[in-house]
């Protein structure tokens, strides 16, 4: 497929906030290492290889331990919405691990970036990557980071996104073309991916944590996506992953997802309680303990 990509910080970032590698790495997988379309100094459009990003068996993070390592310098402040980001997706499952080892070859590195464009890869990758966390943020943007970590791809992206929202590709801001096949520049994040691109097991989630909120990317006062007749559609505030996000995840690792807390499933070789959410104060905690 054609993607379009701008350098930050040295890496290539594609989709928005997802980090390919360098531009060296984006170059290398494309068909022809000759740019079909040229933006600006930096913003490139590739024919690619399909598949070459999305996460396969080899992409998971085994038994669901992901390493990670700090930056050096890094403040206290982006490792603690890391940490707290984290610990969103393991109250939900409890399969997952975030482990600190700075000795792991695949362990993600978690670093700084100026500006608002914070971004991850997809999935595990060889040599670890990073997660690029900036200077405006709040917890549910880096939880966000850490569905790409995870594999998650963009929910607007998917093959049966028409049927639930709508995307007003006037608003979105330059550079941008949605009159070519797929879009190309800004409009290139709202592309739909084909159905055979990636697992996208599972319903539609409109409120996922891994949406594109209703402004992004939008060139004034008036949304990007807007929701069909009937849907209800969070315009903002998408701060922790949803049930839906859990299920994905579980459903990628299949073979070591064994309970999602908050799904109302008790599962008591797990969780000592499952009230049907996440939230603590009601006698049963956000990681589905008394």
Not at 16 to 27: K, S, W
Not at 115 to 124: I, Q
Not at 185 to 201: D, R
């Amino acid at each position: 497929r054609t993607v379009s990509y701008f350098m930050l910080d040295g890496w290539a970032i594609i989709d928005g906030d997802i980090i390919f590698g360098t531009e060296a790495d984006i170059q290398a997988a494309s068909v022809s290492n000759t740019p079909v379309i040229t933006r600006g100094e930096d913003v490139e459009d590739l024919t690619k290889r399909s598949m070459s990003i999305y996460p396969q068996s080899s992409a998971k993070w085994p038994g669901g331990n992901v390493y990670y390592k700090w930056a050096a310098g890094l403040d206290t402040a982006r490792k603690n919405d890391f940490l707290a980001a984290a610990k969103l997706w393991t109250d939900r499952l409890p399969f997952l691990h975030f482990i600190e080892d700075n000795a792991h070859p695949d362990a993600r590195t978690i670093a700084a970036v100026a500006g608002s464009t914070s971004s991850s890869p997809v999935g595990r990758v060889a040599g670890g990557g990073t997660i690029l966390i900036g200077a405006s943020r709040t917890v549910g943007i880096v939880a966000h980071e850490i569905g790409h970590t995870l594999g998650l791809k963009h929910e607007q992206k998917r093959p049966d996104r028409n049927w639930y929202i709508d995307i007003n590709c006037d608003q979105i801001e330059e550079p941008k073309d949605c009159t070519v096949t797929p879009w190309t520049g800004n409009a290139n994040q709202f592309w739909m991916e084909l159905p055979t691109a990636y697992n996208w097991a599972g319903p539609y989630d409109v409120n996922s944590i891994m949406h594109y909120q209703a402004y992004t990317y939008a060139k004034g006062n008036i949304p990007v996506i807007t929701g069909k007749p009937g849907i209800t559609f969070k315009t903002s505030g998408r701060d922790e992953p949803t049930l839906q996000d859990a299920r994905h995840v579980c459903e990628l690792y299949w073979e070591d997802c064994h309970s999602i807390c908050g799904d109302g499933i008790l599962s008591p070789q797990f969780e000592s309680c499952d009230d049907s959410n996440n939230i603590n104060g009601d006698g049963c905690s956000s990681d589905c303990k008394v």
